[in-house]
């Protein structure tokens, strides 16, 4: 794909002494509230500005939000999509220049009259779990804040329009989705060539009511450092040429109890195809991991694990246990241990999750050998400071560093 040059995007600040290297600052939210997986980040879009939350996905790139074409928008419930004609400064793309042709995936037939002003680009964008947004690719102004507590403006900002065909739960609570892929529309890719190739977040407990609020942050002069002087933990970005949204990391090992498990290292590998290889996704809540490392995970688990399995079994899990009358539940410790020797190794309430009353469950899910990839879902990141920084390929992680956002 085409990368968009600088004129894409024209930058709007309110003041001329705004910081040589901002940083950009989101709040990010659970949407465990309204029954979703997810984690929302809040995007005010359009002139004036409207409030959004979209869901915040490392593992694609476009960003879309349901949009409203309403003439009467009074009819329309408040909040509930992006009106369109309510904003100064929305513009659609047309379907005969080079960002619509290069950047976005069409529909199939996609009807497209050269001769027609107004023409617009029409997408259409699938994912994994069968959701599915179509609209039009367009362009808008995004307001946002910096750490610094400036208010800046992007114009030219692209993102899709969703009208139609907006489908799946992974939506539930939503209004789109924000694509933080390193493909050139997403949003990453596109505040990162203004503000600095890198990004992070901190995905909070998502039992916690109300949730707490965390930030996703982007570009500027982030620390590499967390408090206490103690460094990120880090591992290389690796690439996969034939799967190029994604951020894959390299497994070597996987310990249970600091116990290492006979796991062939080609399994965590990319084959000539593009399937394997692990990828970090802030859009998948559950965590996959590829057979036959699964089942030696799962055998692991279940000869540690000492409490009594439910009365019905939960569908979609292979490892559940009834907590009824234990006060403190004490699960088997996980580490995987990283490319350049790092260790991630996340509390055990980011893979046993309750399921239902007095059940609790094995968070991880079997992905086939040679149909698919691992993947570190946002389940496993809570509580943990990621930084992709994307200029070094490297993927920084910390349990001490959420206090800073």
């Given amino acids: 794909m085409v990368m968009l040059g600088d004129n894409y995007a024209e930058l709007h600040v309110a003041e001329d002494s705004w910081l040589d290297c901002p940083t950009v600052k989101y709040p990010v939210i659970s949407a465990a509230s309204s029954g979703s997986g997810e984690y929302l980040v809040s995007l005010e879009l359009g002139s004036p500005p409207q409030p959004l939350l979209l869901v915040a996905d490392?593992?694609?790139?476009?960003?879309?939000?349901?949009?409203?074409?309403?003439?009467?928008?009074?009819?329309?419930?408040?909040?509930?999509?992006?009106?369109?004609?309510?904003?100064?400064?929305?513009?659609?793309?047309?379907?005969?220049?080079?960002?619509?042709?290069?950047?976005?995936?069409?529909?199939?037939?996609?009807?497209?009259?050269?001769?027609?002003?107004?023409?617009?680009?029409?997408?259409?964008?699938?994912?994994?779990?069968?959701?599915?947004?179509?609209?039009?690719?367009?362009?808008?102004?995004?307001?946002?804040?910096?750490?610094?507590?400036?208010?800046?403006?992007?114009?030219g900002f692209h993102f899709g329009c969703g009208f139609r065909g907006i489908t799946g739960d992974s939506f539930n609570g939503a209004h789109g989705?924000?694509?933080?892929?390193?493909?050139?529309?997403?949003?990453?890719?596109?505040?990162?060539?203004?503000?600095?190739?890198?990004?992070?977040?901190?995905?909070?407990?998502?039992?916690?009511?109300?949730?707490?609020?965390?930030?996703?942050?982007?570009?500027?002069?982030?620390?590499?450092?967390?408090?206490?002087?103690?460094?990120?933990?880090?591992?290389?970005?690796?690439?996969?040429?034939?799967?190029?949204?994604?951020?894959?990391?390299g497994i070597t090992n996987v310990y249970v109890d600091d116990v290492k498990l006979r796991i062939d290292p080609s399994v965590w590998s990319i084959d000539e195809l593009g399937n394997g290889g692990t990828v970090v996704d802030s859009g998948t809540t559950l965590a996959l991991l590829v057979e036959p490392a699964y089942s030696e995970i799962l055998a692991a688990f279940k000869k540690r694990v000492r409490l009594p399995s439910p009365v019905e079994s939960t569908v979609g899990f292979d490892l559940c246990v009834n907590t009824s009358g234990v006060?403190?539940?004490?699960?088997?410790?996980?580490?995987?241990?990283?490319?350049?020797?790092?260790?991630?190794?996340?509390?055990?309430?980011?893979?046993?999750?309750?399921?239902?009353?007095?059940?609790?469950?094995?968070?991880?899910?079997?992905?086939?050998?040679?149909?698919?990839?691992s993947v570190i879902g946002n389940l496993m990141q809570q509580g943990y400071l990621f930084e992709f920084d994307r200029d070094r390929s490297r993927l920084g992680f910390s349990r001490h560093g959420c206090a800073l956002q």
């Avoid at 362009?139 to 114009?155: A, D, I, P, W, Y």
């Fill in 327 to 373: 006060l403190k539940r004490s699960y088997p410790r996980l580490s995987f241990e990283l490319v350049g020797k790092s260790v991630f190794s996340p509390p055990q309430r980011n893979y046993f999750i309750e399921t239902g009353e007095h059940v609790e469950c094995l968070a991880i899910q079997p992905v086939e050998l040679g149909s698919g990839f």
């Fill in 177 to 249: 989705v924000m694509g933080l892929g390193r493909g050139p529309i997403s949003f990453s890719s596109q505040l990162g060539r203004r503000f600095g190739n890198k990004f992070s977040y901190c995905l909070m407990d998502y039992t916690l009511s109300p949730p707490p609020t965390s930030f996703l942050l982007i570009g500027g002069r982030q620390k590499d450092v967390v408090p206490g002087n103690q460094k990120m933990s880090s591992t290389p970005l690796l690439i996969n040429p034939l799967s190029p949204t994604f951020y894959y990391i």
């Fill in 58 to 155: 490392t593992g694609s790139d476009l960003i879309w939000v349901k949009c409203s074409a309403c003439h009467n928008c009074s009819l329309h419930p408040s909040g509930s999509a992006f009106l369109a004609r309510h904003s100064t400064s929305f513009s659609p793309h047309h379907c005969f220049q080079s960002t619509c042709r290069q950047l976005v995936p069409h529909p199939h037939p996609n009807h497209c009259n050269h001769t027609t002003l107004h023409s617009p680009c029409r997408y259409q964008y699938s994912y994994a779990d069968g959701s599915l947004t179509s609209g039009f690719f367009s362009k808008e102004t995004v307001t946002f804040n910096t750490t610094s507590g400036h208010q800046l403006q992007l114009q």
